[in-house]
C-alpha cells in the first residue's frame, strides 16, 4: 500500500489510445438489467452515449477519465470529496493523525538526507487539502527544527472546484486565477502559517528541486485499461450503448488486440488484467526528478502487488455502485498495482514496500499518539464525540485495507 522512493535514471512508458475497430461482435456483458428509474439519464450519460455514438465503443481509461475529470461536465466526485471524509481512512481523527505521522515522517527524511536549506512538499491530486494542511501544522510545530529550511507547497490538481476548496483550507481565503492562461501555475498563494503554495495541473509542470512528494488515493482515480484472456489472445474491454435498453450501457470485448495490451507483462497468468499506463507515466517522472535533484515519495492507495483481476468499482455515498449506472454521480476506482509501480522506478531511485498502512503507521509510532490523544480527553474529562475504543477499533480496521 506504500511505495516509498529515493535517489538513481530514465526509461519511458508511451500512452496509446486503443484504435477503435469497426466491427463489435463477439462477448458482450450488461451491467445488469437495473429499471429505468435506476438508470437515471445524467447529463454525463447523454455526453457517453453521444460521443460513443460518433466515434465508437470507448475504453475503461478514457470512460473513467471522462467521468471523473471531465472539466466541461463539471463532475468532482472523488471519494464524496465534496461533502464528507475520504473512505480509506475511517475517522477524521485517525486521518488528522494520520497527516501528522506523514509530516513528521518528511522532517525526518529530511533530516536523513542531509537537512537541505530548502525543500519543495508537492501533493498530487490534493482533494479537499486536509492532509497537507495536517502536514504543515507539523511543520509550524516543529519549527525550530525548520527554522533554517526554505519550504514551499506545490499541488498538482485538474479539478478547479477542488483547487478552490483546497485554497479555502489552506489559506483561508480566495486565491484568483493567475491572469496569464498560459502560465504552467494556475493559482498562486501564502497559507495559514506564511509558506508560499502554487497550483498545477501536469507534475511536470512544478519546478525542478529538492522534493518531498506525496500521493494519497491519487493513483487510484487514474484511468485503467481492462483486459481479458480469450482463445484468440489478450481482448480489451470497451464500453458500448446496449442495443436492447435504450440510454444503458455495456461492456463489450474488443474484437481484435489493442494498442494498451503492449502493457500487459509478456510472463502475465491472469486471464483479467487491469493496466494503468498514466501511473507508468507518473511514476517515471517521480523518479526521474528524484534522482536528479533529490528528495524521495510516498504514495499510498488502495492496492495489490499485481495479484487481482477486477478491481474497477464504483462508489457512491460509501457504497458500491454499478460502474455504468448514472456516470457522474459515483467515484470510480481501480486497486493500484503497486508491483507495476515499482517496475517502473526500478533502476532509477531505491523503492520500498508496499507494506499495510497500518504497518507503516505502527512503525511511526501511531499507538503512542493514540494514547497521548486518549489522556488528554481523560484529563479534560470532555463528553466525546467519539469514544476512545472506536477510535482505535478505526485504527485496527486499517489492518484490512
Ligand atoms: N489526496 C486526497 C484526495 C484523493 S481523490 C485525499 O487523500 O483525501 C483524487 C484527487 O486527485 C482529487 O483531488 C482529483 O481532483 C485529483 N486528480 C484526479 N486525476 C488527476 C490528474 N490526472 N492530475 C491531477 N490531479 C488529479
Known amino acids: 500500500m506504500t ?28 451491467s445488469g438489467n437495473e429499471p429505468a428509474e435506476n438508470n437515471p439519464v445524467t447529463p454525463m450519460l447523454r455526453h457517453l452515449i453521444y460521443k460513443i455514438k460518433s466515434t465508437g465503443p470507448i475504453t475503461v481509461a478514457e ?34 493523525i494520520f497527516g501528522e505521522l506523514l509530516g513528521i515522517w518528511f522532517i525526518s527524511e529530511w533530516m536523513a538526507t542531509g537537512k537541505s536549506t530548502a ?61 496569464n492562461a498560459g502560465s504552467p501555475v494556475y493559482m498562486k498563494g501564502v497559507t495559514k502559517s506564511g509558506i508560499p503554495i502554487s497550483w498545477y495541473r501536469h507534475l511536470h509542470d512544478v519546478p525542478k528541486g529538492y522534493s518531498f512528494y506525496l500521493a494519497h488515493e491519487f493513483f487510484d482515480v487514474l484511468p485503467v485499461h481492462k483486459f481479458q484472456k480469450t482463445p484468440q489472445g489478450w481482448r480489451e474491454v470497451f464500453i458500448d450503448i446496449d442495443p436492447q435498453v435504450s440510454d444503458k450501457l455495456r461492456f463489450v470485448l474488443a474484437p481484435s488486440a489493442t494498442p ?8 502475465e497468468t491472469r486471464d483479467h488484467v487491469e493496466v494503468c499506463p498514466d501511473a507508468g507515466v507518473i511514476i517515471e517522472e517521480l523518479s526521474q526528478r528524484i534522482a536528479l535533484t533529490g528528495g524521495a515519495a510516498l504514495v499510498a492507495d488502495y492496492g495489490h502487488d499485481g495479484t487481482k483481476t477486477d478491481t474497477f468499482r464504483g462508489f457512491c455515498g460509501h457504497k458500491l455502485h454499478d460502474v455504468l449506472i448514472a456516470p457522474g454521480t459515483a467515484d470510480l476506482t481501480a486497486d493500484v498495482d503497486f508491483s507495476y509501480l515499482r517496475r517502473m522506478a526500478q533502476g532509477k531511485v531505491a523503492s520500498l514496500g508496499p507494506i499495510k498502512q497500518h504497518t507503516f503507521l505502527k512503525n511511526m509510532g501511531i499507538d503512542v499518539r493514540l494514547k497521548r490523544l486518549e489522556g488528554g480527553r481523560h484529563q479534560r474529562n470532555a463528553r466525546q464525540s467519539k469514544p476512545f475504543a472506536s477510535l482505535v477499533a478505526g485504527f485496527s480496521e486499517l489492518a484490512w485495507q
Not at 129 to 149: A, E, H, M, P, W
Request: aromatic share 8%; proline share 4%; net charge negative.
Open 119 to 179: 525543500f519543495q512538499l508537492v501533493e498530487l491530486g490534493p482533494g479537499r487539502g486536509t492532509l497537507v494542511g495536517d502536514i504543515l501544522r507539523v511543520f509550524t510545530q516543529l519549527g525550530s527544527v525548520l527554522k533554517n529550511c526554505d519550504i514551499s507547497v506545490h499541488l498538482v490538481e485538474v479539478s478547479q472546484k477542488l483547487s478552490e476548496i483546497q485554497a479555502l483550507t489552506l489559506t483561508e481565503e480566495k486565491v484568483p486565477l493567475e491572469r
Open 260 to 267: 494498451a495490451e503492449a502493457f500487459i507483462q509478456h510472463d
Open 3 to 30: 511505495v516509498l522512493v529515493r535517489s538513481g535514471v530514465g526509461l519511458l512508458c508511451a500512452v496509446a489510445r486503443a484504435a477503435i475497430p469497426s466491427v463489435w461482435r463477439g462477448k458482450y456483458f450488461s
Open 63 to 96: 470512460y473513467m477519465k471522462e467521468v471523473l475529470t471531465n472539466p466541461a461536465k463539471g463532475y468532482y466526485v472523488y471519494r464524496d470529496m465534496l461533502g464528507e471524509q475520504g473512505d480509506f481512512i475511517t475517522s477524521p481523527e485517525i486521518s488528522q
